[in-house]
């Protein structure tokens, strides 16, 4: 079965950090560029970063530049996003997603995992 | 606010056909293709359209997506009850250099 999985997830304090996985299986994962998403519950979808199928090509949205981290291991099938100083505003469900042709069109999406970030 | 505009719902009777439109701006909906995703509360989104008007695999042919300038739509027809969900669009945005997504519709199937 193709899937992603991510983990990692937790209640943080404003200024902590924490680190995401995300390991996939059932594809040749060094093929796809993989992304993270976020949603708070209730509210839209909001585009984090993004990686390229080597590790390159990375991207952050504005709201996180500085702050976080991508990156993938191509070997154990697995992308990490690890968060710095983090704030309320990035608790969110986090999805990781595969790119299925490198526009930005994300056909498999993981479960999620929840990121709170509250004192 | 998001960068691409959706309208905040639409509804339809079972068996109609509804649009769902999204507006953007030539850096990003312009240059690039659009995704469409499906989303169940409590569930992960579901791609149903990706470059402007491609099906994935298993994405019944009552779904449909055009793309005409800097605006997308999403269009369903023989409406379903199950089809009730959130529909988002998504894109590449150059300018910004970030993914973007649309606020999301909210399609009710009365």
């Known amino acids: 079965e193709v899937q992603l999985v991510e983990s990692g997830g937790g209640l943080v304090q404003p200024g902590e950090s924490l680190t995401l996985s995300c390991t996939a299986s059932g594809f040749t994962f060094s093929k796809f560029w993989i992304h993270w998403v976020r949603q708070v519950p209730g509210k839209g979808l909001v585009w984090v970063s993004r990686v390229n199928r080597d590790g390159g090509g990375i991207r952050y949205a504005a709201s996180v530049e500085g702050r976080f981290t991508i990156s993938r291991d191509n070997a154990g099938n697995t992308v990490y996003l690890q968060m710095s100083s983090l704030r309320a505003d990035d608790t969110a469900v986090y999805y990781c997603?595969?790119?299925?042709?490198?526009?930005?069109?994300?056909?498999?999406w993981g479960q999620g995992t929840v990121v709170t970030v509250s004192a | 606010q998001s960068v691409l505009t959706q309208p905040p719902s639409v509804s339809a009777a079972p068996g109609q056909r509804v649009t769902i439109s999204c507006s953007g701006s030539s850096s990003n909906i312009g240059n690039n293709y659009i995704s469409w995703y499906q989303q169940f509360p409590g569930r992960a989104p579901r791609l149903v359209i990706y470059?402007?008007?491609k099906r994935p695999s298993g994405i019944p042919d009552r779904f449909s997506g055009s793309k005409s300038g800097t605006s997308g739509t999403l269009a369903i027809t023989g409406l379903q009850t199950g089809d009730e969900a959130d529909y988002y669009c998504g894109t590449w945005d150059g300018g910004l250099r970030e993914g973007v997504f649309g606020g999301g519709t909210k399609l009710t199937v009365l």
């Open positions: 997603v595969r790119d299925l042709v490198e526009k930005d069109a994300f056909d498999i």
């Open positions: 470059d402007n008007d």
